[in-house]
T-cell receptor
Framework: GIQVEQSPPDLILQEGANSTLRCNFSDSVNNLQWFHQNPWGQLINLFYIPSGTKQNGRLSATTVATERYSLLYISSSQTTDSGVYFCAVEDQETSGSRLTFGEGTQLTVNP | DAGVTQSPTHLIKTRGQQVTLRCSPISGHKSVSWYQQVLGQGPQFIFQYYEKEERGRGNFPDRFSARQFPNYSSELNVNALLLGDSALYLC??????????????FGPGTRLTVL
């Protein structure tokens, strides 16, 4: 099956700093989503981005499908940005809507 | 608009027991998927149902089963519980389709503890 690798596994920032999270995947995808998991376990949708670039406030994402990677940018980080960020993909070979998740990036933003 | 809802929020069972988890998708969504997330890992796909038919199954034993009802809500059943089944169980809904399902939206999860 498709492999999803996220880096870095852990990231510690001071409030106000910028960061880039990376997601590499091993095969062609129909769907790529970025999520933020809050301390209570809820997965919050950030971006649905199988290709191209999108922006939402301080967050933006870029997926280069031909090179099999996606980047999540967080600018002017805030303490509320802390949590785990997951990249998840739906590969083209498997029917249905099976998302394969990476292991996540644990982000800590200190005041 | 209501998001994906799941019940119960927490559950404590003992080994060997059976459990049923419930999920209601976003109104208009016809696809429901189930995921298991153990501590420190990303969610793992268990099942997907679309239009009341199983469309995908992950690498889980036959103790895990699911179904989807005419109103598109879904139940996940786990029999003969093991300690290793302790996890957060997440339900996701999407519009669904024959080939592409679209963006998936997750519920708050059911946290299952097996003693």
């Amino acid at each position: 099956g498709i492999q999803v690798e996220q880096s870095p596994p852990d990231l510690i920032l001071q409030e106000g700093a910028n960061s880039t999270l990376r997601c590499n995947f091993s095969d062609s995808v129909n769907n790529l989503q970025w999520f933020h998991q809050n301390p209570w376990g809820q997965l919050i949708n950030l971006f649905y981005i199988p290709s191209g670039t999108k922006q939402n406030g301080r967050l933006s994402a870029t997926t280069v499908a031909t090179e099999r990677y996606s980047l999540l940018y967080i600018s002017s980080s805030q303490t509320t940005d802390s949590g785990v960020y997951f990249c998840a993909v739906e590969d083209q070979e498997t029917s249905g809507s099976r998302l394969t998740f990476g292991e996540g990036t644990q982000l800590t933003v200190n005041p | 608009d209501a998001g994906v809802t799941q019940s119960p929020t927490h559950l404590i069972k003992t080994r060997g027991q059976q459990v049923t988890l419930r999920c209601s998708p976003i109104s208009g969504h016809k696809s429901v998927s189930w995921y298991q997330q153990v501590l420190g890992q990303g969610p793992q796909f268990i099942f997907q149902y679309y239009e009341k038919e199983e469309r995908g199954r992950g690498n889980f034993p036959d103790r895990f089963s699911a179904r989807q009802f005419p109103n598109y809500s879904s139940e996940l059943n786990v029999n003969a519980l093991l300690l290793g089944d302790s996890a957060l169980y997440l339900c996701a809904s999407s519009l669904g389709g024959v080939v592409l399902s679209g963006e998936q939206f997750f519920g708050p999860g059911t946290r299952l503890t097996v003693l």
